[in-house]
């Protein structure tokens, strides 16, 4: 599946994540998955810190004048642009950013979605500046959620997704340090320090 030309699937998965009800509900009976947790992670973020958020969904992580959404979906960025102003739609293997730009890089529920979540995590850290993190939350393998993840492999909406030993060798790979990581359930949240 293309997420860039998924309209309907896209508008889809952002309403049913927009909505407290639906996501609380969706992640629980899927993902073993207690969404409050991801809601705690973007209450945490820094508004004065310039922060990429990649890919971006519509927009719930959006926080501050200072936050730069990015996503590959234009439906994505359009549904977005209720939360903030600073839209780029772009691909996260290559992203228009000098080097050290952020001081923050985002990535919620969007690295299982990709083929090589290496190379993304490696292209953030590219753009994060020194002392700066990188956070986020990501299915991962190794729970028993694993054939429903295949299915969604099947279907083309998620890509490669890793354990979370994959995800501690991908953010250590990049160059980042002090890596917190919190698995709960299928979800693996994730912070590490450039």
Not at 46 to 54: F, G, R, V, Y
Request: proline residues 5%; contains cysteine; glycine residues 8%.
């Amino acid at each position: 599946m293309n997420w860039k030309t998924a309209t309907a699937l896209s508008t889809l998965y952002d309403y049913a994540v927009q909505n407290r009800a639906l996501s609380r509900l969706g992640a629980r009976i899927l993902w073993n998955y207690d969404i409050a947790n991801l809601h705690r992670a973007i209450s945490t973020q820094d508004p004065t810190a310039l922060t990429l958020d990649i890919p971006c969904g519509g927009g719930m992580a959006a926080r501050g004048p200072r936050h730069v959404a990015a996503d590959l979906s234009a439906t994505m960025l359009h549904r977005a642009r209720r939360k903030t102003n600073t839209l780029v739609q772009t691909n996260i293997y290559a992203l228009p950013f000098h080097p050290a730009t952020f001081d923050a890089c985002v990535t919620y529920n969007g690295l299982h979605c990709l083929d090589d979540p290496a190379a993304a995590i490696a292209e953030l850290t590219r753009v994060l500046r020194p002392g700066g993190t990188l956070s986020g939350t990501t299915l991962v393998r190794g729970t028993n959620r694993d054939p429903l993840i295949s299915t969604f492999q099947r279907l083309g909406i998620f890509g490669t997704p890793g354990t979370t030993e994959d995800l501690h060798t991908w953010l250590t790979n990049a160059g980042l340090r002090d890596i917190e990581l919190t698995p709960t359930g299928a979800v693996t949240a994730f912070t590490a320090r450039k």
